[in-house]
């Protein structure tokens, strides 16, 4: 990877996520990164810190989603901003599926995401 995160790059690292791969997902990420969740208790989801953390928190979504993917990704990158599109689904352990657009908005340093803020439609989970 270059100084400067690609379209390409994004492109990669959805494909990883797809793969369930957290080694080449977190190629394109800081060691000081913040990655803030679709959901929880705060005004902005949650909070992960740290690269460390938030490998952890993708691996988590993996082993509760088996089937976790995200679909029809596309990416746009301008100097330090970036902003992906994407289709995700994926069924839990009680055939609980969610199927919903999201987006991420990235904020960038030096070629590595150092915050990922994720958004998603909140559309509730269906019986498959």
């Not at 199927?99 to 498959?128: M, S």
């Amino acid at each position: 990877m270059t100084a400067t995160l690609t379209a390409q790059d994004l492109a990669d690292t959805f494909d990883a996520f797809n793969r369930h791969d957290v080694d080449s997902v977190m190629k394109c990420f800081a060691d000081d990164c913040v990655f803030y969740t679709v959901g929880g208790p705060e005004v902005f989801g949650a909070k992960i810190e740290g690269s460390d953390a938030i490998a952890q928190a993708f691996s988590a979504v993996w082993a509760a989603m088996k089937d976790a993917h995200w679909d029809h990704h596309s990416h746009f990158v301008h100097e330090d901003r970036a902003v992906s599109e994407w289709t995700f689904s994926g069924t839990d352990e009680n055939g609980m599926r969610v199927e919903a657009q999201g987006a991420d908005l990235f904020t960038l340093r030096d070629g590595k995401i150092i915050v990922k803020q994720a958004l998603r439609k909140a559309r509730p989970a269906f019986k498959t």
